[in-house]
């Protein structure tokens, strides 16, 4: 019956301030805008396909909230720094080396890179890794998840 996922909602502090972001930042289409109600809608993607809802809450009723835009493998390994950093986010990952390069969840297997949005809301980019997934890697670096699955091949 459930076919994917089509919307997420996440409560912003200040809705122009985060409308800008989405929109002028990360590029996504504004689909709706609603002043009364202090909410705004975008399409993630194609229109119809995925879409992202801002509400406006005071600071002491937003909850950190994390989710994923599904992006090309080459645009995560070789765009989305550049694009992070041409955007002044400071892109993250969880390998502990001190880059800030996209790391490979082993378990998925996806590569991954994560950045914030004005309000702390963590974001990633992802895109699923062909092969299967090797849990016991856990997460790892591009490189050695290449030298893993040519191993395994």
């Known amino acids: 019956m459930i076919k994917g996922l089509f919307e997420t909602h996440i409560y912003v502090e ?3 301030r985060s409308v ?5 930042v990360l590029g996504l289409t504004e689909c709706g805008y609603n002043d009364d109600r202090r909410v705004a809608f975008f399409w993630i993607g194609e229109p119809k396909g995925a879409m992202l809802g801002l509400w406006e809450k005071p600071k002491d009723q937003i909850d950190i ?7 090309d493998v080459d645009d995560v390994l070789n765009k989305s720094v550049d694009f992070l950093k041409a955007r002044n986010l400071k892109p993250y990952n969880f390998l502990k080396d001190g880059s800030e390069q996209p790391m490979v969840f ?6 991954a890179i994560y950045f914030k949005d004005p309000d702390g809301h963590d974001l ?3 895109a699923i890794l062909e092969g299967e997934g090797k849990p016991e890697l856990g997460v790892i670096n ?3 998840w290449l030298i893993a699955r040519a191993i395994s091949l």
């Open 14 to 16: 200040d809705l122009e």
């Open 20 to 24: 800008n972001f989405y929109k002028n």
């Open 65 to 71: 909230r994390h989710f994923a835009f599904r992006c």
């Open 106 to 111: 082993a378990w998925m297997p996806a590569l």
């Open 124 to 126: 990633e980019f992802i």
């Open 142 to 144: 591009y490189e050695k």
